[in-house]
């Protein structure tokens, strides 16, 4: 699988131009985000970069299916949703294995028999579901006969049939990435994601200059009604007084694990940041956004990277990473 197209500059570049005092160029590099989840290549200046990307796989393929709509490429589109799917499941069979405390090389060794086949992910999928949260995971299995007849029967995809598939596949990822948000310590999360980007990053040997991606257009986030609350007063305030705010935004990145607040007197105040690592006991998952609002930020994206192109992007010398 060869995923989207990405911007990045050289970073060795970066570091030698700030070293010497002078502004960073805009020159960046096109590259394909793998399957490995590490891009290499060689800028102009013949430095060996590592581009880690920090997500997953799925979020990846959902970002493709959804460029496809907007190109008008149907067939592909409902194919990316429907693997989209299949790694999402897969992501959450490795997590909850991780809560577990079962290795991951047992995992893989267990995963090759479902590897190669959709109905057994799903029903590994479906019975780990089951377990962890007591109740079934709602599967529309009609909705399969649309992807079969357009993958293996060569039927073709209609506008309305790859809208109504992309819906219905964008649901069922929320709803599992809600469901881990709101039942699954934000410890073990944290630590199983820095987790595979650490076995990600180890690949690496050290001639290469490292940095990390992560552009994901999934939210992850959870909020509790206190945060969405202080959430609309800043909004508010940023607006009344933008001087004031950019001010004390900076004062508090330079402290680090601050925040900004409304206290009840209608302040602006810097507190301490929560902990990412707590559950939080009435928090919900807030993420959610609507098919047409993701196209319209893919559309974005694509047009940015249209617009950036000109004159700034070179064609990177990939590096075969195959061996990763």
């Given at each position: 699988?060869?995923g989207?197209i990405?911007?990045v500059?050289?970073?060795?570049?970066?570091?030698?131009?700030?070293?010497a005092?002078?502004?960073p160029s805009?020159?960046?590099?096109?590259?394909?985000?793998?399957?490995?989840?590490?891009?290499?290549?060689e800028?102009?200046?013949?430095?060996?970069?590592?581009?880690?990307?920090?997500?997953?796989?799925f979020?990846?393929?959902?970002?493709?299916?959804?460029?496809?709509?907007?190109?008008?490429?149907?067939?592909?589109?409902?194919?990316?949703f429907?693997a989209?799917?299949?790694?999402?499941?897969?992501?959450?069979?490795e997590?909850?294995?991780f809560?577990?405390?079962?290795s991951?090389?047992?995992?893989?060794?267990?995963?090759?028999?479902y590897?190669?086949?959709?109905?057994?992910?799903?029903?590994?999928?479906?019975?780990?579901?089951?377990?962890?949260?007591?109740?079934?995971?709602?599967?529309?299995q009609k909705?399969?006969?649309?992807?079969?007849?357009v993958?293996?029967?060569?039927?073709?995809?209609?506008?309305?049939?790859?809208?109504e598939?992309?819906?219905y596949?964008?649901?069922?990822?929320?709803?599992?990435?809600?469901?881990?948000?709101?039942?699954?310590?934000?410890?073990?999360?944290?630590?199983?994601?820095?987790?595979?980007?650490?076995?990600?990053?180890?690949?690496?040997?050290?001639?290469?200059?490292?940095?990390?991606?992560?552009?994901?257009?999934?939210?992850?986030?959870?909020?509790?009604?206190k945060?969405?609350?202080q959430?609309?007063?800043?909004?508010?305030?940023?607006?009344?007084?933008?001087?004031?705010?950019?001010?004390?935004?900076?004062?508090?990145?330079?402290?680090?694990?601050?925040?900004?607040?409304?206290?009840?007197n209608?302040?602006?105040?810097?507190?301490?940041?929560?902990?990412?690592?707590?559950?939080?006991?009435d928090?919900?998952?807030?993420?959610?956004?609507?098919?047409?609002?993701?196209i319209?930020?893919?559309?974005?994206?694509?047009?940015?990277?249209?617009?950036?192109?000109?004159?700034?992007?070179?064609c990177?010398?990939?590096?075969?990473?195959t061996?990763?």
């Amino acid at each position: 699988m060869v995923g989207r197209i990405v911007h990045v500059p050289c970073l060795k570049c970066h570091q030698e131009e700030l070293e010497a005092g002078r502004l960073p160029s805009l020159k960046s590099y096109e590259i394909l985000t793998p399957d490995t989840g590490i891009a290499l290549f060689e800028c102009n200046q013949h430095h060996h970069n590592a581009v880690l990307i920090q997500e997953q796989t799925f979020e990846i393929l959902l970002e493709l299916a959804i460029e496809n709509l907007v190109d008008k490429y149907y067939r592909e589109a409902i194919f990316n949703f429907a693997a989209a799917q299949e790694r999402c499941f897969e992501f959450f069979c490795e997590l909850i294995s991780f809560e577990k405390q079962i290795s991951a090389d047992n995992f893989s060794q267990c995963w090759k028999i479902y590897k190669n086949s959709s109905e057994r992910q799903l029903g590994a999928f479906y019975f780990l579901y089951l377990m962890r949260f007591n109740v079934p995971f709602e599967y529309n299995q009609k909705k399969s006969e649309l992807r079969n007849n357009v993958i293996h029967k060569g039927e073709i995809a209609t506008k309305d049939n790859a809208f109504e598939y992309g819906i219905y596949i964008l649901n069922n990822i929320y709803n599992i990435i809600e469901a881990i948000t709101e039942n699954i310590s934000p410890k073990i999360l944290n630590e199983f994601i820095s987790k595979k980007n650490t076995e990600k990053s180890s690949k690496i040997n050290g001639k290469y200059y490292i940095s990390t991606l992560s552009a994901s257009i999934l939210s992850w986030q959870v909020a509790t009604p206190k945060e969405l609350e202080q959430e609309k007063l800043l909004q508010q305030y940023s607006k009344l007084h933008p001087q004031e705010y950019a001010h004390k935004v900076a004062e508090a990145n330079k402290l680090g694990k601050k925040i900004l607040n409304i206290d009840y007197n209608g302040n602006l105040i810097i507190v301490d940041a929560p902990d990412p690592n707590l559950k939080k006991i009435d928090g919900h998952y807030v993420g959610r956004k609507s098919l047409d609002e993701l196209i319209e930020n893919v559309t974005q994206i694509k047009n940015h990277y249209t617009l950036t192109k000109s004159g700034n992007v070179e064609c990177a010398s990939v590096i075969d990473c195959t061996n990763i």
